[in-house]
């Protein structure tokens, strides 16, 4: 009798199970484009998957997405429509950030925003960029967003060792568990250092000084066994 006892389930878990699927329900669904490293697609591929969608009669938009102004990228980013950026002045300095409200009241099915790691520019709604993103989600506003394994928080030291970087913004563990989907987006490390050295991530001088820190091809093989 006290076995059975023991082995009826908690009410109040079974509350919060129910809260918790309830919620499921009014919530945007997370997809995470990750990288190894910077260049390796992630903005690209999250822009045709988005095109691609759009033609299936999605309606996705632009929250935020950084081109660096790489001609591919800025091609397709010119292909959907683009939701204004909260603009925010700090030391003469114009920062641009996602327009969180802007967005609530556009309600697409889904919203691209991109660097899911970055620090918000002081004055803006929240400090991180993905508490951002969990109110457009609550909103039952669907995102995609991209990220780097070494802004995973639990990634964050052992990266720093191999590549001796250190790295400040990261993301908990527990939000990117979150994420309803993980594209892993993957290139060789030859391929992605042909990129670099082609100025296809960063402009040619910070393309050479990348290559000999981050991007040596040794750390690349390293961080890409964490993806």
């Known amino acids: 009798m006290e076995r059975e006892e023991n082995e009826r389930p908690d009410p109040q878990d079974l509350l919060n199970l129910a809260e918790y699927e309830e919620r499921k329900k009014t919530?945007?669904?997370?997809?995470?484009?990750l990288g190894?490293?910077?260049g390796v697609g992630k903005t690209y591929s999250m822009l045709s998957d988005g095109i691609h969608s759009r033609e299936e009669g999605t309606d996705i938009v632009i929250g935020y997405v950084e081109t660096h102004n790489r001609p591919e990228t800025d091609a397709l980013a010119e292909r959907l429509e683009?939701?204004?950026?909260?603009?925010?002045?700090?030391?003469?300095?114009?920062?641009?950030?996602?327009?969180?409200?802007?967005?609530?009241?556009?309600?697409?099915d889904v919203v691209l925003i991109d660097e899911l790691a970055h620090t918000n520019?002081?004055?803006?709604?929240?400090?991180?960029?993905?508490q951002d993103i969990e109110d457009i989600l609550q909103a039952g506003i669907s995102v995609?967003?991209?990220?780097?394994?070494?802004?995973?928080?639990?990634?964050?030291?052992k990266v720093?060792?191999?590549?001796?970087?250190?790295?400040?913004?990261?993301?908990?563990?527990?939000?990117?568990?979150?994420?309803?989907e993980i594209r892993v987006i993957d290139i060789s490390p030859e391929g992605l250092i042909k990129r670099l050295l082609e100025g296809r991530v960063y402009v040619p001088d910070l393309a050479v000084q990348a290559v000999n820190r981050f991007f040596a091809k040794e750390n690349l093989l390293a961080l890409r066994q964490f993806s």
């Not at 803006?124 to 993905?130: F, P």
């Open 27 to 33: 919530r945007g669904s997370l997809i995470i484009y």
């Open 160 to 180: 720093s060792l191999i590549t001796k970087v250190p790295i400040n913004e990261t993301v908990p563990d527990t939000f990117v568990a979150k994420a309803d």
């Open 36 to 38: 190894y490293a910077a």
């Open 82 to 108: 683009v939701i204004s950026s909260w603009i925010q002045q700090y030391r003469g300095i114009s920062l641009r950030e996602p327009d969180v409200d802007r967005i609530i009241q556009r309600k697409p």
């Open 144 to 157: 995609w967003t991209t990220l780097n394994i070494q802004h995973i928080e639990s990634l964050n030291e």
């Open 121 to 130: 520019a002081p004055g803006s709604r929240h400090t991180y960029r993905y």
